[in-house]
């Protein structure tokens, strides 16, 4: 049971989160990251230290984005944070297990992430599909000549 003084700040938290999380905002940093932040003014220092690194990371050279390279690597990115997500919706969905969750609007919106779990898992079981496996990983040496 959390104490009075922690509801603020956990509220404020959560507000925080659902004012500035959007799908046309760019960063480096996922709001399931963020949102982990306890202080609101850590968490937005974050944010806009991800939007600078997602905008230096932008001036690099990726690339022609009509070869077929760019598109399975652009892909495999989207995929990889799909499958974060599952895992992240499927932790909320596995709360009533863990913890002493009894409230009816809780219990439902954990009922609801185990749900959306199971649908971004099969959307990124197409994406992994259609792409192919993931090419397999070299040894860990690099590619300097043998002498």
Request: a positive charge; hydrophobic letters at 40%; proline letters at 5%.
């Amino acid at each position: 049971m959390k104490n009075d003084d922690e509801k603020p700040r956990d509220s404020a938290r959560v507000a925080h989160v659902e004012r500035t999380a959007g799908w046309r905002e760019r960063g480096a940093f996922t709001e399931v990251f963020l949102a982990q932040i306890s202080k609101p003014e850590d968490s937005q220092a974050a944010r806009r230290f991800g939007r600078l690194l997602d905008s230096a990371i932008l001036e690099c050279d990726r690339g022609d984005p009509a070869s077929e390279h760019y598109l399975s690597l652009e892909l495999r990115a989207v995929l990889a944070d799909l499958r974060r997500l599952e895992y992240e919706l499927a932790g909320i969905g596995r709360l009533p297990e863990d913890c002493e969750i009894e409230a009816p609007r809780d219990l439902a919106l954990c009922r609801l992430a185990a749900k959306k779990a199971f649908a971004v898992a099969r959307i990124a079981d197409a994406i992994e599909k259609a792409i192919g496996p993931a090419p397999r990983r070299g040894n860990g040496r690099t590619n300097a000549r043998r002498r």
